[in-house]
């Protein structure tokens, strides 16, 4: 009897150790550019930016295939219909390319300068400021991404700048390589976008967005920061429903696979700014990082004084989003105590510049 009972056990323990482990989400893509020519021209010091109306309901596909499904998606009276080319969907990734036009317009308006629906772009700027490669390869998945965008239509009532108008486009509505190199590799590129996204960049209907959402690699991730940020925001957190998110993330997956692949990003904590949790009642928690209870301490605001000193070491550059880039940092750095915050982020802002 003992000799069965210890077979068993062991049995069931050898079955244990079988038992396949929980496989871990690799981290966040490198920092393809850690020193980034930011300094050279003040309009690569534009923040991110995302436009409202994409950012809160789905038009780019999560998958990492080519995607010929038609997209549908009606909620709260908006309706909207994606229809792939033959290249398939544009995807989440491909919306780096719309993040860095809508970035720039508005650093264009911020400065008063022109800010028209067309824009001349430098290739490898985009790929620097979107944290992707300037290999051959990056310059040809830069092309695909522009076909895809290009490719994939529209059709919604979605308001953009207080307009209602049910109609069919294009994300972009055409690009052009305008410059290549001597090799065949674009080095400018001319893009028009949809009158829809133009007139929500004129309309501000957009929101900042953090530079390492571009080290996010897996689409889902991407997805669930841009709900994060436009149903969160400045608030210090938001509830939601796996229902309600499974529908607004535009996530293929059954909804039980979509759970799993939620716990684990849960597990992981990726997002930059937010944090997700599970609650009670099949409901996700997203609260903001500073505002969550025990996140630590806090500090103070910088004196305008070293904000102009820090105009001065890096000219041209937006002192308070370095300030914001700077606290991140210091965040995910442990909240060291810093016996003067100014002389650190001055110090700081010198290495960058001189990096």
Known sequence: MARAAKTAGGTAGAARLRAPLPRPLPGPLPDRHPQPDFFLCDILDALPKGDLGTMEHPVFSLSTRPDRRILRYARNGVTIEVTPSVKGLATIHDKDVLIYCISQLVAALNAGR?????????????????????????????????????????????????????????LIEHWEIVRKARGGRMIS????????????????????????????????????????????????????????????SGSASPRRVFRAMLREVIAADPLPDYTLTEEPGDIVHVGARAALPGAGPELPPLAEAVLDEARALAPGADVHALEAEWRGYWRRAGRARLQSPGRAFLGWVARRREG
């Open 114 to 170: 022109p800010a028209g629906q067309v824009l001349r772009l430098v290739a490898r700027d985009l790929l620097v400021a979107t944290n992707r490669e300037t290999s051959g390869d990056g310059y040809t998945r830069l092309a695909q991404a522009f076909e895809r965008l290009a490719g994939t239509r529209i059709t919604t009532n979605l308001a953009t700048g207080g307009v209602e108008i049910t109609r069919g486009f294009g």
């Open 189 to 248: 590129v001319e893009v028009k976008l949809s009158d829809w996204l133009y007139r929500a960049v004129l309309a501000r209907s957009v929101l900042t967005l953090s530079r390492d959402y571009f080290r996010l690699r897996r689409p889902l991730e991407r997805r669930l920061y841009e709900l994060a940020r436009k149903h969160c925001g400045r608030q210090p957190e938001w509830r939601v429903s796996v229902a309600v998110l499974h529908q607004k």
